[in-house]
């Protein structure tokens, strides 16, 4: 999944996912949809708080394991409030249940769309998604592969 052209980058500390997520933000341009990929515990949720915070969200955002899908609200560069959705489908058991709640919708809107435990959604993928994934190295340092 991740070859030719993907980019790396080493996070050491806190501090390092806010680098990182404005990168990432400035590399993906006009794609607003992100796929994370990686274990348990990897750093998934933490990534997309620091990419949310780039962006400016204007709460607290938390991981929607149990509710499947969180809404924040941004301020755009025109001064325009704006959605983003977190979503993680760690608990859905395959693709009919992620259609169930709509997942097109959020994978098709003109809003920002960060997905944890996107596997299931490989065949309903918009071309332009912006994959990511995040490796465990040691201790609380982690390798991010991003195409």
Known sequence: ????????????????WELLAAQLLAYAGDRKKFFLYG?????KTTFIQALCR???????????SFSLVNEYLYTDRAGKA???????????????EALDIGVEDY???DDYCFVE?????????????????????????????YL
Not at 57 to 63: D, K, N, P, Q, W
Not at 123 to 145: F, T
């Open 82 to 96: 704006k959605a983003l959705h977190h979503l993680d489908l760690f608990r859905l058991a395959n693709e009919q």
């Open 1 to 16: 999944m991740f070859s030719k052209g993907a980019k790396e980058f080493v996070v050491n500390t806190l501090s390092d």
């Open 107 to 109: 994978l098709y809107d």
């Open 54 to 64: 780039q962006l400016g969200a204007l709460e607290g955002v938390v991981s929607p």
């Open 117 to 145: 435990w996107p596997e299931m959604l490989e065949g309903l993928a918009p071309a332009d998604v912006v994959r990511i994934q995040i490796k465990p190295e040691r201790d609380s340092v982690r390798k991010v592969i």
């Open 39 to 43: 274990e348990m515990g990897a750093g």
